[in-house]
């Protein structure tokens, strides 16, 4: 049984839109293959997800929590959930606007100039410009706050000098938007400032780092004398830390995901059942752990469930997305292992159980490590001093 809650008229009728869209316009070759994941499958429908992705655009879907004057679809956090969870339900990729979309976009709807607001809005949800996001460095991660690329100002420039790392898809960056230090002797949250950096500027060198699972992810990103004028500056000097936490109303109940990992559970349980070197029969005992993590993904989505309903309500959740965050995160790792042990020997070669493994290991760090969520929980949620 697959819980779900129940809809008022206008969210059904929404519901209804948002499935005859994806039943006429969703290329077959996602919809097939939706819940079969893995880094392989995925290159093998780059194609499909370009033209999903253009189809979502003209249909005015893109960038669902912006505002229409900026293009947005101007979605309620309701509206957005219903989407994602159809998205999700049908094995079709959501999110499809990228850090474009869900980072950079906001932030210059909020703070940047008419000017900034001319030059990368429309480029944003058309997907002309490939945004990465040059915050972690080699020695600020779960501490952000602490990072010491700088940038000193030089006439109509700031000139930059440092290092990024872990840089998503850099080496297909257009541009980065990035946090720098112009104020090493302030308080370390008060002297950061936020800017816009072409990739292809003299002096920015990309270097990618390759994953455990072998593809290359993420990158290194050096900067040496790279000059970045002044009108790239998104909000005042020594104000980026306040610019950077931007984000418009958006859906943060991760129901994506929720539902990703319980689809990746049924694809599983199908191998299991049509025998070959994965069956029940050779492995007795993880009937059990398949019992475990089934009710896990029903409480994965009761979790999101959660946390949409109090955003509906207009409350803001704040240790409650820390949990889902968490929960899911950690129970993709079990899955992934679930995997690797109904595989046995297999499970070694490289093969998709494999590649999930090696992929999981990434999602308990990415977004706000598990320890730093137990922390928000622990502190925000049940009132314990912090440290
Ligand atoms: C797949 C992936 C994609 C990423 N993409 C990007 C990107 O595009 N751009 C970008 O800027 N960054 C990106 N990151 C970096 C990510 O934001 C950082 O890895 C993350 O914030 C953790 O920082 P760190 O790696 O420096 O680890 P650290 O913060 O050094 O943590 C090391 C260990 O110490 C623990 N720890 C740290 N602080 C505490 C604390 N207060 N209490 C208890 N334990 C603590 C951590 O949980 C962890 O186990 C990406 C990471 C991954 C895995």
């Given amino acids: 049984m697959v819980i779900t809650l129940s809809d008022n008229e206008r969210e059904a009728t929404w519901r209804k839109e948002v499935r005859s869209f994806i039943d006429s316009e969703a290329p077959a070759a996602l919809k097939a293959a939706g819940d079969e994941g893995g880094e392989n499958s995925l290159f093998g429908r780059l194609g499909a997800i370009k033209e999903w992705r253009e189809k979502v655009a003209a249909k005015g879907w893109i960038a669902p929590s912006w505002p229409k004057r900026f293009g947005g679809a ?40 008419e000017e ?29 706050a602490s990072l010491q690329t700088r940038a000193v100002r030089d006439g109509d420039d700031y000139v930059i000098n440092g290092q990024k790392i872990w840089t998503t898809g850099a080496q297909f960056a257009d541009m980065m938007y990035m ?110 752990e398949f019992a475990d993590r089934w009710i896990e993904a029903e409480v994965a989505k009761m979790l999101s469930y959660r946390v949409v309903s109090m955003q509906v309500r207009g409350q803001i959740p704040n240790h409650e997305a820390s949990m889902c965050k968490l929960f899911s995160s950690e129970m993709s790792q079990r899955i992934a292992n679930l995997s690797m042990h109904l595989f046995g020997m297999h499970g070694n070669v490289r093969n998709r159980a494999s590649n999930g493994y090696m992929q999981a290991v990434s999602s308990t760090i990415a977004g706000g490590t598990t320890e730093v969520q137990k922390g928000i929980i622990a502190t925000r949620g049940l009132g314990l001093p912090r440290g």
């Avoid at 900034?116 to 501490?143: F, M, N, R």
């Avoid at 790239?232 to 000097?237: A, Q, S, T």
């Fill in 116 to 144: 900034q607001k001319e030059e990368h809005l429309t480029k944003i949800l058309k997907g002309e410009v490939i945004w990465c996001q040059g915050y972690s460095e080699p020695g600020a991660g779960s501490d952000l």
């Fill in 179 to 288: 946090l720098v230090r112009t104020d090493p002797d302030a308080p370390k949250h008060r002297g950061i400032t936020y800017l816009l950096v072409n990739m292809k500027a003299p002096g920015v060198t990309v270097r990618p780092l390759t994953m455990l699972s072998g593809a290359q992810g993420f990158n290194e990103v050096f900067f040496e004398d790279v000059r970045v004028p002044v009108k790239n500056r998104i909000g005042e000097e020594n104000r980026g830390w306040y610019v950077g936490t931007t984000t418009l109303d958006f859906e943060r109940s991760s129901i994506g995901s929720a539902i990703g990992v319980r689809k990746q559970l049924e694809s599983i349980i199908r191998q299991a059942k049509s025998g070959g070197e994965a069956s029940f029969s050779r492995n007795p005992n993880v009937k059990r």
């Fill in 74 to 113: 101007d979605m309620t956090v309701a509206e957005q959930f219903i989407m994602n969870e159809e998205f999700a339900e049908s094995g079709v990729p959501g999110n499809l606007g990228g850090f474009g979309v869900m980072m950079i976009g906001p932030t210059i709807i909020e703070h940047g100039t």
